[in-house]
C-alpha cells in the first residue's frame, strides 16, 4: 500500500498525510502531559480514505487522561481495548475523540508500559510507535512535492 500510494499519490495522499501528521503533532502538544506517542498509518504513512490518528499515552493514573477530557470539556468516548503488553493480557482505557472531522483514538498505558512493546497476540509483531520528535524527523523526510527543496 505504502510503495502504491508513493508511486501514484492517488487524490492527494502526501499531501492529506502530512494534514494529519500535522494534526497529531497538535494533539501530542495538547496531551505533552501524557507523554503521547504516535501509532498506526498516521506513523506509517499507509492511510486509507478515512484514517484514524492513534495515540498512545501514559499515566499513573488511569482516570487522569478521563479527568483531563472533562476539564477541558473535549467530548469523547469511553471503551476498552485488549492488547499484550510485557508479556501479560491487558485490558486499556480506550478513549475516542473526533477532532475537525478527523477519528483519534488514545490508548492509555500505564507510565511503566512506556518500556515495554505492545502487541495485539501474545505472538504477534510489536506495534510501532514513535514520539514527537520521531514524527517531525518523518515529515520532514517526506517533503511534498510543492515544498521548496
Known sequence: LLEHQRSFDEE??????????????????????FDPHVAGPVLSGAIG????????LFAEDPK???WFLLNEAIPYEARQQRLHVAGQARVLPCFLLNVDGTDVELLLFERADRRHPARLT????????????????????????????
Open 12 to 33: 492527494g495522499q502526501r499531501e492529506h498525510l502530512h494534514w494529519l501528521r500535522s494534526q497529531t503533532l497538535d494533539l501530542m502538544d495538547l496531551f505533552e502531559a
Open 49 to 56: 480514505r478515512h484514517p484514524t490518528i492513534h495515540l498512545h
Open 122 to 149: 501474545p505472538e504477534g509483531r510489536a506495534l510501532d510507535r514513535a514520539g514527537r520528535n520521531a514524527l517531525v524527523v518523518r515529515m520532514d523526510a517526506a517533503v511534498l512535492p510543492s515544498d521548496p527543496p
Open 64 to 66: 487522569s487522561l478521563e
